[in-house]
């Protein structure tokens, strides 16, 4: 089984979800290889690098790891091959989206608690992580995010945040609440998209 | 009355402005609550954001200062109860929009002077302070950027920022200048829509 | 004729370029005069900055340099002026938008050499500095980023960086190989588009 305790892992794992889900969206608007490859890209790194710009952590991290463009051109790859046996493809493509915003939100989250900022600071980091990949995979492909439409998706970032600093406060064991926070936020999204649940919306 | 004086006093009048006017069109859009959070939250941090992040000033403003993050989020929350008792809705949200642009034009032509910028460059992250707030907060929602479209925006932003040092180079009073300079151009906005006013386009 | 031997008269080159390119972009879209002029502005310094602020290179090169701003006001206005007299329009601003493309794609690659970045790396940053400027126009004009549809525009930067750094490893004079790839690069977009070539795609 893969280890869940570091950072690297989750950051690792994440990628490659996100990469998945990039694939996928890509492979959908009929794009091109080297379209889907870009989509898939920047679906990967887009929230990571917003977060290490609005920090001044520079150059991005993608940029110091060549490592991590390896990743997601192989799982890029893979992904075209295996596309023709999945059956499912928007379940799929939700899934991975899902998996991806979990993890990527806590590596935000840990890396705000890192640079020593105030916790509601470092939720928004964790949701900026979490969402602007796909948020600029939506904007490149003209449709409006999918952050704005229908699903309560920023929400599932935001309440996560909030449980893992309430998990640390009752003393539970980091790797332990990391675990549950990306459990939760998965888990959140999956209902909320079955059983069609939204926010009450405003109207004028 | 509110202190006019200092540039904090403009920033935060800015920030309740433009969070107003975010809100506004979040709602107009028929977003859920996270959803209309996020735009009124992109719409007031966008500009500086977008500043801080070419000066290199990072982590940016609101990273280091929650209490924006918090009196955004009361504006927010303020402007949502409070907005079924407001009649003309189009007409309030432009006029906080023209306040916003006015108000963090200022704060950005000022910024440019503090970092030693050439008056030029000064005009251009004044403009680029003021606007790009709406930019994002209109390419989110998937519309045509009101400053591309028919009203003269960046103009007025551009035109208030040599004002601006034209002011200063008469001698005027540096806080007397900033108050011209808002007030000329919100001003300018509105006499712009009122009149239906508009720059020759070109075509083809 | 002009020098081609310094990194400054390529990058000189390409900002004339792509503002042209920009400016008949803005007047297709029949916006206003300072809307063209804005629109000009990002796709010429667009790819830069963001090349800039991924490495962490601030203030962006164009706010410590005014100069750059006044090429492409100067070149914008030029190209207002002398647009009654072209005929093939499209044609016109598909040529400049193609130089532009090669030219940035170069400045970028060795940007990253100089970071001393590994060379697939310093690939995606000249691919970055060369698309860009084109993303970001597309995307304000509220169209699907031209990178994305037809034409094999992301593949012609990455390849062309390839060659750069094949052709230096054997030997070839380094002045010699970037004008090479940059008559590659642009050769390569040409007849892409007159032969109507597209990578397959891939579709569900």
Redesign the interface.
């Known amino acids: 089984m893969i280890d869940f305790n570091t950072t690297d892992a989750i950051e690792i794992l994440g990628t490659i979800a996100f990469s998945i889900s990039g694939t996928f969206a ?11 490859l ?2 898939a890209f920047v679906t990967s790194i887009g929230g990571g ?1 917003v977060r290490d ?4 952590d ?3 991290a993608w ?1 110091r790891d ?1 490592n991590y ?1 390896l990743l997601i051109l192989v799982t890029c790859i893979l992904t ?1 091959f295996f ?1 023709r046996h999945i059956k499912k ?1 928007k379940v799929t493509l939700f899934l991975f989206d899902s998996l991806g915003l979990g993890l990527f939100t806590l590596v935000g989250v840990q890396k705000g608690v890192v ?1 020593g ?2 916790p ?2 470092c939720v ?2 964790g949701t900026i992580t979490g969402c602007f990949g796909g ?1 600029i995979r939506d ?7 999918l ?2 439409r229908k699903e ?1 998706y ?2 599932a970032c ?1 309440t996560g945040g909030i449980l893992y600093f309430a998990l640390l406060r009752f003393h539970l064991d980091a790797d332990v609440a990391k675990i549950v926070v990306i459990a939760f936020i998965v888990t959140i999204r999956i209902i909320v998209v079955k059983y069609k649940l ?7």
């Open positions: 890509a492979v959908q608007k009929r794009l091109d290889p080297f379209g889907v870009i989509i690098t710009l609005l920090l001044g520079t150059p991005v940029m060549v463009c075209l596309k493809f640079f900022l105030s509601g600071i928004a980091l948020i904007t490149l492909l003209n449709t409006i995010p952050i704005f309560i920023a929400t935001i939204a926010l009450p919306k405003f109207g004028y």
